[in-house]
């Protein structure tokens, strides 16, 4: 499955059930006409151990667009009100940075 989006937020560094690390992130893809875009959020999952994709993952803020390819799992659990659910996951095997977010004026510090 390939996928380009925008990280939802910054990559966290996680451990399996198995001890096994891997850094976990959502991207969150748009589609649709300009005034009434919807939104799909994809889960995704690197097991990458210790090399240095891992460090660029968690390197990486909000918004960042990016390409990932990966092989896409469907998970089924029952919600809190007993409801049968599934969610899409991607495990990562390729993942290129497209473009980093611009920097906000107020963010930038006032100068010395």
Known sequence: ????GR???EPELTATSTGREMVKYAVG?????R????????RVASFDEAGPRRDL???LGKGTLLYVE????MRQYDDNEGRKQSA???VQRNIEILKRPEP???????GL
């Open 104 to 110: 906000r004026p107020d963010a930038m510090s006032e």
């Open 57 to 59: 993952l968690l390197g």
């Open 35 to 42: 005034d009434n875009q919807k939104t799909s959020w994809f």
């Open 1 to 4: 499955m390939t996928i380009v």
């Open 29 to 33: 893809t748009s589609y649709g006409p």
């Open 70 to 73: 990966g092989d896409a799992t």
């Open 88 to 90: 899409l996951s991607i």
């Open 7 to 9: 990280l939802a937020a």
